[in-house]
C-alpha cells in the first residue's frame, strides 16, 4: 500500500528546501519579468490584427515558455537523486519504510509543486496586468488558462526527465552537466536539426510526412503547437510554429505527446533509482 503520510512528508521537505535555496523567489520573479515583458511587447499590435491582447500574449509567450520553463523545471530537479547519493542521506532515507517508488513521486510532486506555484504567481501577475490595462474576452480568458495549465503539464515533463537523469551520476556536478544538455538537445538543437532537414529536404517527402511527426514527438514543440492551434486570430506565424495550423494530426494528440513523455520519464527515474545501491 502506498504510503501516503510518507510521501507528503517527503514532498513537503522538497518544497522547504526549494523555499530555503531561494528556488521559489527566483523562478517567480523569471516568469513574472518575462510574461510582462511579453504583455506589454506583444499587446500593442492587438488592435491592428483585430485579437484580444491576453491571446496575442498567451500566443508569443507560449514560444518563451518552451525555453524557460524546461530549463527551470530541469534546474529544481538535477540533483533529485544524485545530491542524495552525493550527500550520503539516500540511504538514511531508505532505511525508512519509505518505498523507492514512493520517493520518486514524492519528490516529483514537491519539485511541481514548486514550478507550478512559480508558473501560477509570474504568469496570474501578467494575465492580470495586460487584462487590467486592455481588458480581455472570453477566447482570451481561455488561452491563458490553457497556456496556465500546459505549461504546469511542460513543467511536469522535464522534472520528470530531471529525475531520470539525476539517477544515472552518483555526482551532482554530472546531474547538472546532462540536464543542461538534455536542455540543449530538446529545446534548442532538435528544431535546428529540423529545420536544416527541411531545408535540404525542399518540400520533398520528409518535409511532407517525417517533419509533423518529428515535429509532435518533441515535448517542448508539443506544447507549443496545442496552444498555438487553438488559438484564433489573423496574427503572422512563421517557421515551426506555423505548423500549428496545418498539423495532420488530432489537436489532442499533442497532449498525449506530453503525457508519454511524463509517464516515460518518472518510469525511467524509478527503475534508475531500483538499482541504485547507496
Request: hydrophobic share 60%.
Amino acid at each position: 500500500m502506498i504510503g501516503l503520510d510518507r510521501m507528503t512528508a517527503v514532498a513537503a521537505t522538497e518544497f522547504r528546501l526549494a523555499f530555503r535555496n531561494r528556488w521559489v523567489l527566483l523562478s517567480t520573479l523569471a516568469f513574472t519579468l518575462f510574461a510582462l515583458a511579453l504583455a506589454f511587447l506583444g499587446s500593442g499590435p492587438s488592435g491592428a490584427l483585430k485579437a484580444d491582447a491576453l491571446t496575442l500574449t498567451a500566443a508569443s509567450l507560449s514560444t518563451l515558455t518552451v525555453y524557460l520553463v524546461p530549463l527551470m523545471a530541469l534546474l529544481v530537479s538535477y540533483d533529485s537523486i544524485a545530491g542524495e547519493i552525493e550527500r550520503g542521506t539516500l540511504a538514511l532515507v531508505l532505511a525508512t519504510p519509505l518505498k523507492r517508488g514512493e520517493l520518486v513521486l514524492a519528490k516529483f510532486c514537491g519539485h511541481l509543486a514548486v514550478l507550478a506555484l512559480a508558473i501560477a504567481i509570474g504568469y496570474g501577475i501578467a494575465g492580470a496586468v495586460i487584462a487590467g490595462a486592455h481588458g480581455a474576452d472570453d477566447a482570451g480568458l481561455l488561452a491563458w488558462a490553457r497556456l496556465l495549465s500546459t505549461a504546469v503539464l511542460l513543467g511536469a515533463v522535464f522534472i520528470a526527465l530531471g529525475m531520470a537523469l539525476s539517477g544515472l551520476p552518483r555526482q551532482t556536478g554530472t546531474a547538472a552537466a546532462l540536464a543542461i544538455g538534455a536542455w540543449l538537445v530538446l529545446v534548442v538543437l532538435y528544431d535546428l536539426a529540423l529545420l536544416g532537414a527541411v531545408i535540404v529536404d525542399q518540400g520533398g517527402a520528409f518535409t511532407k510526412t517525417v517533419f509533423p511527426a518529428l515535429v509532435l514527438a518533441n515535448p517542448g514543440d508539443a506544447f507549443r503547437l496545442y496552444n498555438l492551434a487553438l488559438i484564433e486570430s489573423n496574427a503572422p506565424i512563421a517557421g515551426l510554429d506555423g505548423l500549428a495550423h496545418t498539423l495532420p494530426f488530432p489537436v489532442s494528440s499533442a497532449l498525449l505527446v506530453l503525457v508519454l513523455w511524463l509517464a516515460a520519464s518518472l518510469a525511467v527515474a524509478w527503475a534508475l533509482t531500483r538499482r541504485i545501491r547507496p
